[in-house]
């Protein structure tokens, strides 16, 4: 299995960042075990290159610019639980457990389609992570693909008076648009790195 170090020269590539940079990152995400880490040196040592570790990474640095700020706020986001929904016909999403385990799962599933949606855009906020989700139907004209109804779901950090304050404090508002050619390259490189053995 690839290791997460290896992709991360993509990765910076993609958000505009350096290699060293993520690679900080990535330690400080390790450290706080946020990351699963395999000890040894060589092939198969580090942390994997898995949707989860990709979608941890993305998940900080939607949340902060600032390695300094990769601490138990970026923790308290990837467990952010969903907000419960009733009658919404896209709750393949909203099954999830935790934006964490959402983010993971958007990765593992990019462009596929649930319940004919398809998830658009990532948004990460002080306190909340959201998936916004966009309904394609084809065009029997055209045979095109067109947008129609937009869905958000919402992973909300649980609300404490210690949990608010921190995570306020540091978690900027941010968007992640997958629909775009620097993302799908992203996810493409991802595809293929992650079946190397």
Do not use: W
């Amino acid at each position: 299995m690839a290791g997460l170090k290896s992709f991360l020269p993509v990765m910076a590539e993609a958000f505009g960042t350096t290699a060293d940079a993520l690679y900080s990152r990535q330690r400080a995400l390790t450290q706080m075990g946020l990351l699963p880490y395999v000890a040894g040196k060589g092939p198969g040592s580090g942390v994997p290159l898995t949707a989860d570790s990709l979608g941890v990474m993305i998940i900080a640095l939607m949340a902060s610019d600032n390695l300094r700020d990769t601490d138990t706020r970026v923790k308290k986001l990837c467990e952010a639980p969903p907000d419960k929904l009733i009658g919404d016909e896209s709750k393949h999403y909203m099954a999830l457990p935790t934006f964490r385990s959402a983010m993971e799962t958007a990765i593992k599933e990019f462009g596929q389609q649930h319940s004919g949606f398809v998830v658009k855009s990532i948004r990460v906020s002080p306190d909340k992570g959201q998936f916004l989700l966009i309904e394609l139907s084809k065009s029997s004209s055209s045979g095109f693909q067109t947008e129609r109804n937009l869905k958000t779901k919402t992973f909300r950090v649980k609300r404490t008076k210690s949990v608010t304050t921190k995570v306020s404090s540091i978690v900027r508002t941010s968007e992640l648009d997958l629909l775009t050619l620097p993302f799908a390259r992203l996810m493409n490189e991802f595809a293929i790195a992650e079946k190397q053995v």
